[in-house]
T-cell receptor, first 116, second 110 residues
Framework: ETGVTQTPRHLVMGMTNKKSLKCEQH?????MYWYKQSAKKPLELMFV???????ENNSVPSRFSPECPNSSHLFLHLHTLQPEDSALYLC???????????????FGEGSRLTVL | SQELEQSPQSLIVQEGKNLTINCTSS?????LYWYKQKYGEGLIFLMM?????EEKSHEKITAKLDEKKQQSSLHITASQPSHAGIYLC??????????FGAGTILRVKS
């Protein structure tokens, strides 16, 4: 069983659809992250959750809506996306020490999103 | 310009050759991380450097941190096809915010 599991691995959606990406970690971590990886661009941090509380929203458009019901699960709800939102969305988790990440992130395999 | 600049952007080496990938930060480095990614997959943690002058090795991969120059280098000795992939450096920004460079694509020819 992998530490961080993302589903679905591939998703194709129209601009008017509503879909969700799911991330689950079995590592006992208390911090979870969403990153976006587009071709030839650096990984972009989108959201950070510590102990289920959102601590970072990196100016992400409201058409991306994260949800963290508990420390093991993280969702990214998608609605009215644009073709330029097509990318690999990576979820990660890390342990926290004194409220700060220990630095080592464990990544899922990613969800490849294509918006038509 | 990006916070973390990696060079080269891509690299093709003959199996058995050594290579170096560099990462330069435009801001003070408090922690520098190296990750490896196979195309379309998640990132695998390689190592973390926190102190100036620190050097760490894992198998044939060595990373060094030059805090004054705000740079880190990743050196692979006697490259193998298994080393192929994308190498990314990451840096701590304000607590839990880990930012990354654009990555260096490494191909190893047999």
């Amino acid at each position: 069983e992998t530490g961080v599991t993302q589903t679905p691995r591939h998703l194709v959606m129209g601009m008017t659809n509503k879909k969700s990406l799911k991330c689950e970690q079995h590592l006992g971590h208390n911090a979870m992250y969403w990153y976006k990886q587009s071709a030839k661009k650096p990984l972009e941090l989108m959201f950070v959750y510590n102990f289920k509380e959102q601590t970072e929203n990196n100016s992400v458009p409201s058409r991306f809506s994260p949800e963290c019901p508990n420390s093991s699960h993280l969702f990214l709800h998608l609605h009215t996306l644009q073709p330029e939102d097509s990318a690999l969305y990576l979820c990660a988790s890390s342990a926290l020490a004194g409220g700060l990440s220990t630095g080592e992130l464990f990544f899922g395999e990613g969800s490849r999103l294509t918006v038509l | 310009s990006q916070e973390l600049e990696q060079s080269p952007q891509s690299l093709i080496v003959q199996e058995g050759k050594n290579l170096t990938i560099n990462c330069t930060s435009s801001k003070t480095l408090y922690g520098l991380y190296w990750y490896k990614q196979k195309y379309g997959e998640g990132l695998i943690f390689l190592m973390m450097l926190q102190k100036g002058g620190e050097e760490k090795s894992h198998e044939k991969i060595t990373a060094k941190l030059d805090e004054k120059k705000q740079q880190s280098s990743l050196h692979i000795t006697a490259s193998q096809p298994s080393h192929a992939g994308i190498y990314l450096c990451g840096a701590d920004r304000k607590g839990n915010k880990l930012v990354f460079g654009a990555g260096t694509i490494l191909r190893v020819k047999s």
